[in-house]
């Protein structure tokens, strides 16, 4: 156990205070956040400014920031501003709480068709708006498809996707990047391939995912994998209607060049039933703050500083906005009847038992499955001994205590691959059942046989399709999506974390 004398702290950026890590990778972290101010809560992505210069994209950076702050959806995960520091930039982003498109996959296997048509038209209503401004997603997949309390699509991870990379004299992209399963063949061919056409060729694989319940392509071996999507090898099951059939051929043609456009797309008699065009809101928006980074003078005037408050080192007590807004995880409805589900996240359990018994279990419960343990006070990085689909998988975990006596354990992906951390999770939990707590009302639910609130139950989700392979999915809520926050580097408010950031506590899994 880490020394007691340690500190902790809370950091201070402009007018917001910094919370939990929601997502985090190579490049960026996501964090919650409150406007001290006004009280509203955000996601900020947290970018590294040195690793961001060192691939010299200024240029391409600056622009797609200045796209991002510009677009206006209903479907895309809006951006606020952006600040830095020193040493730091900060995109504050949209923070949506109704959970991520992949948690419905997981918990309920395939959508109905004019459900899945429902969310495939606001997707490529998103799409196409953001191509008709130059900006393409690059790696659109369940994970980053987040859900608003009401249930609206929104597309995260726009912009910023893929950072270190640009567009050629030919005005073709040049870099790979994407998860394979829903990468097009031309761009694993890696030859330069039209940012739009790629896009819609992930639409494609998403609509396949939201009927199926589960992959068009797929293949333990990378190699055969990438034939099939080269030959654009699937079937589709018996309960796709015809013209949904003939849509998902012509979209996932591996001919860019004979593939149908997103206009057409939009022309389609499958996908006009029951359509409604989004209506857009005209803002003025000033890029001022854009600007001053990418200043190069670098006027220190224009950068905020990071203050933070030490703290002697305990498990972080959540703030009330912080615990309301993860209250999925929890049975809060003595204390917050309305406020239930405002964030949605199966990765979490809750405990009565101290925290440093509950640390030893998850080191018990990780050593039989090949993870080893590193811990720093109350967060530990579990790390996967085997090389997975994506390398190797790690997790983070992090106990707060969210009353007297009552802790609540977020497990969130931070490397990997989606499916392998899902079901890592579930057998995880097996091994932390006889410290899980559960209310009188929970407890009451799967006595009755339904799919059991608390996170850390083990419920069994099936292999849905959101990430990996496996059709149908059971019910049970134990292996769905974190979701809720993070933040693609154009996107993200409860968004999956672009150009790195993955994968967190109410967080959308990003690469």
């Given at each position: 156990?880490?020394?007691?004398?340690?500190?902790?702290?809370?950091?201070?950026?402009?007018?917001?205070?910094?919370?939990?890590?929601?997502?985090?990778?190579?490049?960026?972290?996501?964090?919650?956040?409150?406007?001290?101010?006004?009280?509203?809560?955000?996601?900020?992505?947290?970018?590294?400014?040195?690793?961001?210069?060192?691939?010299?994209?200024?240029?391409?950076?600056?622009?797609?920031?200045?796209?991002?702050?510009?677009?206006?959806?209903?479907?895309?995960?809006?951006?606020?501003?952006?600040?830095?520091?020193?040493?730091?930039?900060?995109?504050?982003?949209?923070?949506?709480?109704?959970?991520?498109?992949?948690?419905?996959?997981?918990?309920?296997?395939?959508?109905?068709?004019?459900?899945?048509?429902?969310?495939?038209?606001?997707?490529?209503?998103?799409?196409?708006?953001?191509?008709?401004?130059?900006?393409?997603?690059?790696?659109?997949?369940?994970?980053?498809?987040?859900?608003?309390?009401?249930?609206?699509?929104?597309?995260?991870?726009?912009?910023?996707?893929?950072?270190?990379?640009?567009?050629?004299?030919?005005?073709?992209?040049?870099?790979?990047?994407?998860?394979?399963?829903?990468?097009?063949?031309?761009?694993?061919?890696?030859?330069?391939?039209?940012?739009?056409?790629?896009?819609?060729?992930?639409?494609?694989?998403?609509?396949?995912?939201?009927?199926?319940?589960?992959?068009?392509?797929?293949?333990?071996?990378?190699?055969?994998?990438?034939?099939?999507?080269?030959?654009?090898?699937?079937?589709?099951?018996?309960?796709?209607?015809?013209?949904?059939?003939?849509?998902?051929?012509?979209?996932?043609?591996?001919?860019?060049?004979?593939?149908?456009?997103?206009?057409?797309?939009?022309?389609?008699?499958?996908?006009?039933?029951?359509?409604?065009?989004?209506?857009?809101?005209?803002?003025?928006?000033?890029?001022?703050?854009?600007?001053?980074?990418?200043?190069?003078?670098?006027?220190?005037?224009?950068?905020?500083?990071?203050?933070?408050?030490?703290?002697?080192?305990?498990?972080?007590?959540?703030?009330?906005?912080?615990?309301?807004?993860?209250?999925?995880?929890?049975?809060?409805?003595?204390?917050?009847?309305?406020?239930?589900?405002?964030?949605?996240?199966?990765?979490?359990?809750?405990?009565?038992?101290?925290?440093?018994?509950?640390?030893?279990?998850?080191?018990?419960?990780?050593?039989?499955?090949?993870?080893?343990?590193?811990?720093?006070?109350?967060?530990?990085?579990?790390?996967?001994?085997?090389?997975?689909?994506?390398?190797?998988?790690?997790?983070?975990?992090?106990?707060?205590?969210?009353?007297?006596?009552?802790?609540?354990?977020?497990?969130?992906?931070?490397?990997?691959?989606?499916l392998e951390f899902h079901n890592f999770y579930k057998n995880l939990s097996t091994g932390l059942k006889d410290i899980v707590w559960k209310s009188a009302d929970e407890s009451r639910k799967e006595a009755d046989g339904g799919a059991g609130a608390s996170a850390?139950?083990?419920?069994?989700?099936?292999?849905?399709?959101?990430?990996?392979?496996?059709?149908?999915?059971?019910?049970?809520?134990?292996?769905?999506?974190?979701?809720?926050?993070?933040?693609?580097?154009?996107?993200?408010?409860?968004?999956?974390?672009?150009?790195?950031?993955?994968?967190?506590?109410?967080?959308?899994?990003?690469?």
């Amino acid at each position: 156990m880490a020394s007691r004398s340690n500190t902790g702290s809370r950091t201070r950026v402009g007018r917001y205070e910094l919370g939990r890590t929601l997502g985090e990778g190579n490049f960026a972290k996501v964090k919650f956040a409150r406007n001290v101010e006004t009280g509203e809560n955000f996601a900020i992505k947290v970018l590294d400014k040195e690793k961001v210069l060192k691939h010299k994209m200024i240029g391409q950076i600056k622009r797609e920031i200045s796209t991002m702050k510009l677009i206006r959806h209903p479907n895309v995960i809006r951006m606020y501003e952006v600040m830095a520091s020193k040493t730091k930039i900060y995109i504050v982003l949209e923070f949506v709480t109704g959970g991520e498109l992949f948690d419905k996959i997981a918990s309920k296997g395939r959508l109905k068709e004019d459900e899945a048509r429902k969310y495939f038209q606001q997707l490529i209503n998103a799409v196409d708006y953001c191509h008709s401004r130059g900006v393409f997603h690059r790696d659109l997949k369940p994970e980053n498809l987040l859900l608003d309390v009401s249930g609206t699509l929104k597309v995260s991870d726009f912009g910023l996707s893929a950072l270190p990379q640009q567009v050629r004299e030919d005005g073709l992209l040049h870099t790979t990047c994407g998860t394979p399963n829903y990468v097009a063949p031309e761009v694993i061919n890696n030859k330069g391939y039209d940012g739009a056409k790629a896009d819609l060729w992930s639409c494609g694989v998403i609509l396949f995912v939201l009927m199926a319940g589960y992959l068009p392509f797929e293949d333990s071996n990378l190699m055969s994998l990438y034939k099939k999507i080269f030959k654009a090898e699937f079937k589709c099951p018996p309960w796709f209607s015809s013209s949904a059939k003939k849509l998902i051929k012509r979209i996932l043609d591996p001919n860019p060049m004979t593939r149908i456009t997103i206009a057409e797309v939009i022309e389609n008699e499958w996908f006009k039933k029951g359509y409604k065009p989004p209506s857009f809101e005209q803002v003025d928006v000033s890029l001022d703050d854009v600007d001053s980074i990418f200043n190069e003078s670098g006027d220190s005037q224009n950068l905020v500083v990071e203050r933070r408050e030490e703290r002697n080192v305990a498990p972080v007590t959540m703030n009330a906005f912080e615990l309301i807004s993860t209250s999925q995880g929890l049975n809060l409805n003595s204390l917050f009847e309305k406020q239930m589900d405002l964030v949605k996240r199966e990765t979490r359990f809750t405990s009565k038992r101290p925290a440093n018994e509950i640390i030893s279990k998850i080191e018990e419960a990780a050593a039989p499955l090949g993870f080893g343990v590193k811990k720093n006070n109350f967060k530990l990085k579990l790390q996967g001994e085997k090389t997975g689909r994506k390398g190797h998988l790690s997790v983070a975990t992090e106990i707060f205590e969210v009353a007297p006596s009552l802790y609540m354990v977020e497990v969130r992906k931070s490397g990997g691959d989606t499916l392998e951390f899902h079901n890592f999770y579930k057998n995880l939990s097996t091994g932390l059942k006889d410290i899980v707590w559960k209310s009188a009302d929970e407890s009451r639910k799967e006595a009755d046989g339904g799919a059991g609130a608390s996170a850390g139950a083990g419920a069994n989700a099936g292999a849905g399709a959101g990430a990996g392979a496996g059709a149908g999915a059971g019910a049970g809520a134990g292996a769905g999506a974190g979701a809720g926050a993070g933040a693609g580097a154009g996107a993200g408010a409860g968004a999956g974390a672009g150009a790195g950031a993955g994968a967190g506590a109410g967080v959308v899994p990003s690469r």
